[in-house]
């Protein structure tokens, strides 16, 4: 059973920057991907990253450009780098991991799931 562990969140104003964190044990041969649910919405895909066999990412259009997802298999860790936040980034975010060596898309994909952690981007 692997155990997600989000940390990094808060608020920030436009234009700033945050860098979410996702640690596990034994992350290394898991897909990663985050996730993030604002009120009201549907649950959207941000960025993804495959097992560090290879390291392909993936990044939604409304993040491409801004944020950075990358690993650190030293720490057990992967970061979601974010910057130029916008208002509309503000949602809660979720890191979600599932043993593959492939980069995933969609959340019923990934077996296990962080608790979450609030991005709130206002002035």
């Known amino acids: 059973q692997l155990q997600l562990v989000e940390s990094g969140g808060g608020l920030v104003q436009p234009g700033g920057s945050l860098r979410l964190s996702c640690t596990a044990s034994?992350?290394?041969?898991?897909?990663v991907g985050w996730f993030r649910q604002a009120p009201g919405k549907e649950r959207e895909r941000v960025a993804c990253v495959s097992s560090s066999s290879d390291g392909r990412t993936y990044y939604e259009d409304s993040v491409k450009g801004r944020f950075t997802i990358s690993r650190d298999n030293a720490k057990n860790t992967v970061y979601l780098q974010m910057n130029s936040l916008k208002p509309e980034d503000t949602a809660v975010y979720y890191c979600?991991?599932?043993?593959?060596?492939?980069?995933?898309?969609?959340?019923?994909?990934?077996?296990?799931w962080g608790q979450g952690t609030q991005v709130t981007v206002s002035s």
């Open positions: 034994g992350f290394t041969l898991y897909a």
């Open positions: 979600a991991a599932t043993y593959n060596d492939n980069v995933l898309f969609d959340d019923y994909e990934y077996a296990y």
